[in-house]
């Protein structure tokens, strides 16, 4: 599964690929496989990533999303 709308929400975030794989603890090479779908986030990985968007997100006035926004939708 690729995550079409983290994609979307990080770009309108402002926010790199390589800064979500150093909030995980992961390269920027394994955060990409995992934003590509080819490999799974952890479920720590994902609320850590949601936590960080949606703190984005309030502090540019726009709405907030949920998990099943950023992770569950095609």
């Known amino acids: 599964m690729k995550y079409e709308e983290l994609k979307i929400a990080r770009a309108i975030c402002g926010i790199r690929q390589e800064d ?4 995980i603890g992961q390269a920027q090479s394994n955060y990409a496989a995992k934003e590509n779908g080819q490999v799974a986030f952890s479920l720590e990985e994902g609320l850590k ?6 703190k984005v ?12 926004d950023l992770f569950f939708r095609q």
Do not use: D, V, Y
């Open 20 to 23: 979500l794989a150093n909030l």
């Open 57 to 68: 997100l309030i502090s540019k006035g726009r709405p907030t999303l949920t998990m099943e």
């Open 49 to 54: 990533i949601h936590k960080e968007i949606n």
